[in-house]
């Protein structure tokens, strides 16, 4: 192994393995392959100083703060993340109990503890609760398209916007009420751009929307921090697996290198990173975020991918959800509240105008989450999606906090309420190596693209075989939605189902290490009923459509 541009030592002989990002869909993947009797030489390359990816616990304002994933969805037997947490002892008393692991929410976000209109006032629950009632059940009609031979409309957004235009022709209130509940409804539409992870629920593709299994549980959070899962990965792998700061260049595959320290010895992979650090491989595990792809694809593969890779990972969508904390010394809200709702009269999901970000971009929060007391500090949580996510990164923190506090005090009708004292927030899609949130199956793309890219590379007859790249991290980001996991999904967007799924092997004897990676892309191509490629919320709570939810971008 050239020593340019690093020192990491050269193994020796045997096959060696390298996964290429240190994510969750990375360390699952390495975790599982060292556990194998016939453990390759194995290394990560991972392009930052630290291993998780859009899991990120930090700690702040006295205590710990998800700025990446956030919850477990549906935190049951089905759902891998949740046994992990459980195996590790993550998880409190209360999370682990039957009776929590049996609550049925139907993927849906909770409702609020109040709501606060632009103009001051507070909105009627009543009202709220009636409008998330449709809301609900015309997201849950939109799944059932997905066996269908065809879809009126091809987005989601155009779907709910058709049914929405139907229930309103037969609105009995006043032309003042009807506009409230279409901006009711609009809040809504915000909440599902966050938990696809999209700018407009008009770019989800309607026909595989429905492909996102929903599990029982009640949405639970970790105590100690959502980076527990990964430090307790990271424990179990073999010293210097982990190599950081090594962003990777380009990866030359379909090819023969070779190094001084292996004389006579030939690689059909060759990983070159920013550095000029070469490593030669036999096998290679891409886990990197499919927004860092969509960026690099033109330069990061050499020879390029195959035109119908390229073309699936152009396709499917890829999407910023961000959050923003507001550290108080005083708590403004009532003590039993957990939810606060944000809602402008002024909007609504029927009409499409393009937001003029310097001016509005705050009218895509969907409001905030109340996190628990860390003793001084009263902290909320703010969750946002979209192009108005992107723009807020640009922001200073001073015109951030001077922005919210204006909306704080213009919908509670406080003038005077105290500005809050520190604001965190993540910025996913400013991030070099992620460029976003998580993914969603997009108008335009299928559940099949997410299988396509799970296939390993070459892809040509006799040399498949040989298996020498593959584009696991892709569907493991696509199944990993940022947000949550709420599935037990083999799938694209859930690189915790593969951690906790045992190696299946129907071979007389010891199965090969070639065996092990032929079960990664098998457990890749997920069935299609559960194929949903929603970056779990680990994060975001956006993640609905994984296991995984890594919610909150």
């Known amino acids: 192994m050239e020593p340019s541009g690093g020192s990491v030592e050269a193994p020796g002989r045997g096959l060696r393995v390298l996964v290429v990002g240190g994510g969750i869909a990375g360390l699952g993947a390495v975790q599982r392959l060292c556990r194998h009797p016939a453990s390759p030489h194995l290394r990560v390359l991972e392009a930052t100083a630290r291993a998780g990816g859009r899991i990120r616990s930090e700690r702040s304002f006295g205590g710990v703060v998800e700025v990446g994933a956030h919850w477990i969805h549906g935190p049951s037997q089905g759902n891998p993340v949740f046994q992990l947490a459980a195996k590790y002892g993550l998880l409190g008393e209360k999370e682990l109990s039957e009776e929590n692991q049996l609550v049925e929410t139907g993927g849906h976000v909770g409702l609020p503890s109040v709501s606060f209109a632009s103009s001051g006032r507070t909105v009627s629950l009543e009202l709220v609760v009636e ?17 269908a031979a065809e879809t009126p409309v091809p987005s989601v957004g155009e779907y709910l916007k058709q049914e929405v235009s139907r229930h309103m022709a037969r609105w009995a209130e006043d032309e003042e009420t009807k506009k ?15 938990v696809s992870g999209t700018h407009s629920m008009d770019l989800v593709a309607l026909a595989p929307f429905g492909e996102y299994t929903v599990l029982p549980g009640l949405d639970c959070t970790f105590p100690g921090g959502y980076q527990g899962l990964t430090n307790h990965i990271m424990a179990s792998l073999p010293r210097d697996t982990m190599v950081f700061n090594k962003p990777v260049k380009t990866i030359h595959w379909s ?9 006579g010895e030939t690689f059909p992979v060759l990983v070159e990173c920013e550095d000029g650090a070469r490593f030669p491989a036999h096998h290679v595990l891409v ?52 939810h606060i709702q944000v809602v402008w009269e ?23 989450f109340v996190l628990p007391s ?11 999606a979209g192009l108005e996510s992107e723009f807020m990164e640009t922001l200073s923190d001073e015109e951030l906090l001077r922005s919210l506090t204006q909306v704080l005090r213009r919908v509670t009708g406080n003038p005077q309420l105290p500005a809050p004292r520190s604001v965190l927030r993540s910025c996913w899609h400013s991030a070099p190596y992620t460029r976003g949130s998580y993914s969603y199956v997009a108008v ?18 006799k040399e498949a075989q040989v298996s020498e790249l593959q584009l ?55 069935d299609p009923v559960c194929r949903r490629s929603h970056t779990s919320d680990v994060l975001l709570h956006h993640a609905r459509r994984s296991a995984v939810w890594l919610e909150g971008g």
Do not use: Y
């Not at 409008?131 to 066996?147: N, S």
């Not at 910023?320 to 009532?334: A, D, G, Q, R, Y």
């Open 131 to 147: 409008l998330a009632t449709l809301f609900h059940g015309l997201i849950d009609r939109a799944r059932e398209f997905l066996h």
């Open 180 to 194: 409230l509940k279409l901006a009711v409804l609009n809040s809504f539409f915000n909440v599902e751009c966050c």
């Open 255 to 263: 090819g023969s290198f070779q190094e001084a320290a292996s004389p």
């Open 287 to 338: 886990t990197v975020p499919l927004g860092f792809l969509k960026e690099h694809l033109d330069t990061f593969f050499e020879p390029p991918l195959p035109a119908e890779k390229a073309e699936a990972i152009r396709k499917i969508g890829f999407g910023t959800s961000n959050k923003i904390f507001l550290e108080f010394e005083e708590p403004f809200w009532e003590p039993d509240c957990q």
């Open 346 to 368: 002024d909007t609504s999901p029927l009409e499409d105008t393009a937001p003029e970000l310097p001016a509005t971009w705050f009218k895509k929060l969907i409001g905030f």
């Open 374 to 384: 860390f003793g001084s500090s009263h902290v909320l949580c703010g969750f946002i």
């Open 444 to 461: 335009g793309s299928t559940g099949d693209d997410i299988d396509l890219l799970a296939q390993p590379l070459p892809m040509d007859g």
């Open 472 to 526: 696991l991290g892709v569907q493991l980001e696509l199944a990993l939605h940022l947000s949550r996991l709420p599935g037990p999904q083999p799938g694209p967007s859930s690189a915790t189902t593969v951690l906790a799924l045992p190696v299946p092997c129907s071979c007389s004897g010891p199965c090969s290490l070639f065996d092990v990676i032929s079960w990664f892309a098998a457990l890749l191509s997920p």
